[in-house]
């Protein structure tokens, strides 16, 4: 191994990283160089120069010390790992702060029964509990990156304004009864509010191109851990009301209305802690989710775009197909960021980067196919707050993923860089926040709160 090819491994490593800014990067890199070169001048091998230059900025870089341990096929531990006392307690720490937190959204959901708002196992959800959903839990998430990435005070409060704003939204806007515009908001300020929460991950740094894709990172690796908590969970409840039937104990008002709304929102708190403590692992899983989705996705809309070419079929246009179509090109754009996230960037264009163009393509197509639908429908029937909201997202999905066709055609054709691609993506996020956010605050008064 060469000396730059170490310095770039070491430097993609801290790319991945969430704690740390790209100056604080360019910063230890120059030191590493500084370092691995007189040790070189010293008649040491690139090799050994970069092992042991890496094991003196790792006494002084948790980081380095965390890369070297993930290295430990390559003697990485022989030469650099020292124990960390320090490093475990925080751990600890960071554990019970987290469980704290989730203890507190689990309170938080169900606080409202004590004002008569109940949850029911029988019946619907009370539409309380589907329009402030997020508010249970999305401010727990927040507090604990606000806690772990010490964000300053004047951030705290930058940070309380969105949630603050999605709870007057959602509870004083005078809204008719069962409104679609209340549907919608309620539907939308999930996004909008995860999105807040990337402020308080990135320290208050939203700006920077890194720290959003760290974000984007975290995103994709926290729904991997959430998928598994809430697969356990339900084995577990699923156990819990077998045993107790075979004791003539009906158990389910018991895990309906307590185990399962504070295990999900608990697990949300849960799941980020995970990934924040053990992402060396799901970085291992990134690569081959990805592998292994957009192969799927991309032959199901194939299949798809070919049927429609065959059976000469329109797309019929309802509130639930509007939605289903919306979620399936947010599935698909979240796949390409995803994607563009956990690849390296330093590597050539290959079969992989033209299988996402055909994604991106095809997903195109589909959005053409929605866009002409919806617009079809506002022309025989007029303007309803769902079709303009479907209109409006599947234009913003559109721009999007056109922009990515663009600039992946163009890496394949070698005329651009990746990370172009990439900046691309992370400078996009804010446009989703907006028009979450207009969805749910501007909507209801241009339609009358209807």
């Known amino acids: 191994m060469s000396l730059e090819e170490g310095i770039a491994e070491w430097r993609s490593y801290l790319r991945r990283r969430q704690a740390i800014h790209s100056m604080d990067a360019d910063e230890l890199e120059d030191h590493l160089r500084s370092q691995a070169s007189a040790l070189v001048e010293a008649g040491l091998t690139a090799d050994e120069a970069f092992l042991i230059a890496v094991k003196r ?8 010390r965390e890369f ?7 003697l990485w531990k022989r030469l650099v790992v020292a124990p960390d006392t320090e490093g475990e307690s925080g751990l600890g720490k960071e554990a019970g702060v987290a469980v704290a937190l989730a203890i507190g959204a689990a309170v938080a959901i169900k606080v409202p029964e004590l004002f008569g708002v109940r949850m029911s196992v029988a019946h619907e959800l009370p539409a309380f509990y589907v329009h402030n959903f997020s508010l249970f839990v999305l401010p727990f998430l927040a507090a604990f990156f606000a806690w772990k ?18 709870a007057a939204v959602v509870n004083f806007l005078p809204f008719a009864p069962a409104a679609h515009t209340q549907f919608l908001a309620a539907l939308h300020l999930p996004l909008a509010l995860w999105l807040a929460v990337g402020y308080a991950y990135a320290a208050g740094l939203w700006r920077d191109h890194d720290q959003r894709m760290n974000y984007v990172r975290f995103s994709g690796e926290w729904f991997i851990y959430y998928a598994l908590i809430a697969f356990g969970g339900g084995v577990l409840m699923a156990l819990t009301g077998f045993i107790f039937h075979a004791i003539g104990v009906d158990a389910r008002q018991l895990l309906f209305a307590w185990v399962l ?14 990934v924040e403590a053990k992402q060396s692992v799901v970085e291992n899983m990134a690569p081959v989710l990805t592998l292994l989705f957009t192969p799927l996705f991309t032959l199901v809309l194939l299949v798809f775009l070919a049927t429609v070419a065959w059976t000469r079929s329109g797309v019929a246009v309802g509130r639930e197909v509007l939605i289903g179509f919306d979620l399936l090109l947010a599935v698909v754009a979240g796949l390409v960021l995803y994607a563009i996230s956990a690849r390296d960037p330093r590597q050539p264009a290959g079969l992989f980067d033209a299988l996402q163009l055909v994604l991106v393509v095809s997903a195109l197509l589909v959005d053409g196919l929605a866009l002409w639908a919806v617009a079809a429908r506002i022309s025989e029937f007029g303007w309803s707050p769902n079709k303009v909201a479907a209109l409006g997202e599947n234009l913003v999905l559109l721009v999007n993923l056109g922009g990515s066709a663009v600039l992946y055609g163009q890496f394949l054709a070698a005329r651009a860089a990746f990370a172009k691609l990439e900046r691309w993506q992370t400078a996009y996020l804010p446009v989703y926040a907006i028009w979450a956010w207009v969805v749910a605050a501007v909507f209801p008064l241009l339609f009358g709160f209807r």
């Open 57 to 64: 900025i790792g006494d002084l870089d948790a980081l380095s």
């Open 68 to 74: 070297a341990l993930e290295h430990s096929e390559r």
């Open 149 to 166: 990435r010490s964000l300053v005070p004047s951030g705290r409060l930058w940070l309380a304004v969105p949630f603050v704003a999605a």
């Open 261 to 274: 709304p504070c295990g999900v929102v608990g697990a949300v708190v849960i799941a980020a802690w995970l």
